[in-house]
């Protein structure tokens, strides 16, 4: 099972990734229109900011501009009027600054884990080859499958699958992390050691996250702060502070009142938005 080669990565081992561009990143969306045809507005006069470090999970109703927000934010699809900016910087999809984790891990098959995790590396052609093999062994840790690195995709359960995808958007030591759903097609089991680990890599390396997911307790369990989109084109309907305390562990987490009355105001504003719609 996954969890059994969970491992607690060595502090030598991640020091190949300490790199200048650790830490987490600004950004700022700042009056950004945007539709996909020029007539059905999807956002109109969105803002919304989050400070280096923050972990923000995005809720809202299918088809409401979650994934285009984030294509939005990775500089993928250029806003018709306003501003997105990273660390003060306009976007674009060439920022290292970014990583984008999609709901499916969409690894090479043809390539063992270990190059799968090199890739990224090897396009920038910036390191040598050794440095490359540390960086990727460096991610691999992080996520505890170092001893995966030889397996090829189809050898590995959709859990592992999903953390190479991961260690392949942490070895280019991304400052803001875009991640869609991205352990939505797991089992429940594996998305809950999946969420913990999310939640000690982020303590560790520090990165802005922003999280797309449709689980109300899954945002709460991760998230410095919920946003929830209204029906398209409303934009934001609301905000909520995940005050809870950190660092969390699922099971004690969810027994807290707090837990449950967070979660229970966005369910109550979800349905809200639902039955208006
Ligand atoms: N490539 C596209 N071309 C035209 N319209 C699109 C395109 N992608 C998305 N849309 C439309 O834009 C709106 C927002 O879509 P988006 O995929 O961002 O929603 P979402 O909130 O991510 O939904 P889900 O929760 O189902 O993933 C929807 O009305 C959708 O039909
Ligand atoms: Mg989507």
């Not at 969890?3 to 020091?15: A, H, K, M, N, Q």
């Not at 700022?28 to 999807?42: I, K, L, M, R």
């Not at 260690?167 to 999946?194: N, S, Y």
């Amino acid at each position: 099972m996954d969890c059994e080669i969970l491992t607690s990565p060595s502090d030598s081992r991640i020091g190949a990734l300490s790199g200048d561009r650790s830490g987490g990143a600004a950004f700022q969306v700042d009056g950004v229109d945007f539709s996909y045809d020029g007539t059905h507005p999807v956002f109109r006069s969105l803002a919304l900011t989050a400070r280096p470090g923050e972990f923000v999970a995005l809720l809202g109703p299918s088809g409401c501009g979650k994934t285009t927000l984030l294509n939005l934010l990775s500089g993928f699809l250029p806003p018709s009027s306003g501003r997105i900016t990273i660390d003060g910087e306009t976007v674009t999809p060439e920022m290292p600054a970014l990583g984008y984790v999609f709901q499916s891990p969409q690894l090479f098959p043809w390539l063992d884990v270990l190059d799968n995790v090199r890739f990224g590396l090897r396009m920038t052609g910036r390191l040598r080859d050794a440095e490359q093999r540390d960086k990727a062994m460096a991610a691999l840790a992080l996520v505890g499958l170092e001893a995966a690195a030889g397996k090829f995709p189809h050898q590995l359960s959709g859990g592992m699958q999903q953390r190479v995808a991961l260690a392949r958007v942490l070895v280019l030591e991304p400052r803001l992390l875009l991640m869609d759903e991205p352990f939505a097609a797991l089992d429940a089991i594996t998305r809950a050691t999946l969420n913990e680990e999310l939640l000690r890599l982020c303590g560790r390396l520090g990165q802005t996250v922003l999280f797309i997911t449709h689980d109300v307790e899954e945002a709460v369990f991760l998230a410095d702060r919920v946003v929830l989109l209204d029906i398209a084109p409303a934009g934001i309907h609301s905000e909520l502070a995940i005050d809870l305390p950190r660092p969390r562990r699922l099971r004690e987490t969810r027994r807290l009142e707090r837990f449950t009355t967070l979660t229970d105001t966005l369910l109550e504003r979800i349905s809200a938005i639902v039955a208006a719609a």
